[in-house]
């Protein structure tokens, strides 16, 4: 039988691959498109993704060794800078590792145990999982339809 983390795990890497899918065919024209009105280009989203994973880690889940400065967080829109695709890939890379090493550390009853965020209040570290697990999906939905009709 598998334990919760394990389940948890297989969940995660299923969902974000709406994400990964899409990083092999991504190019770095691709990643200034944007679809008008929205501010937000493809390269902002990949970033984006790459420092909430970070965040999840280190305030979710405790990964005390994580230094991030979310900038697409704090800023709220896009500044222009994310466009060098092997940078954006190598982040999150990073991100993944990071966040995957720090769930790999859950037991059972962690699962259970509440957490308190600005963002989204008190909840379980399921629950809370829930959205990494869906952040990273909604964004990855985002990014394809940027793709598909977006303009630079």
Known sequence: MKTKTQLFLELWLEARTRFTNQLATISETDLKKKLHPSQN????????IGEVEL???KNVFG???VKISAKTVIEKKD???????????DFVVFSFEKLQSIIEKQ???DWETTITTKEFGTKTKAEAFGRIVSHTAY???????????GTN
């Open 41 to 48: 280009s493809v390269g902002f989203l990949i970033r984006h």
């Open 63 to 65: 990964a005390n060794d």
């Open 107 to 109: 037991t059972d009853a």
């Open 55 to 57: 965040l999840f880690a």
């Open 139 to 149: 964004h990855a939905g985002q990014m394809a339809i940027i793709n598909k009709y």
């Open 79 to 89: 500044s222009g800078e994310w466009t060098n695709i092997q940078e954006l890939q």
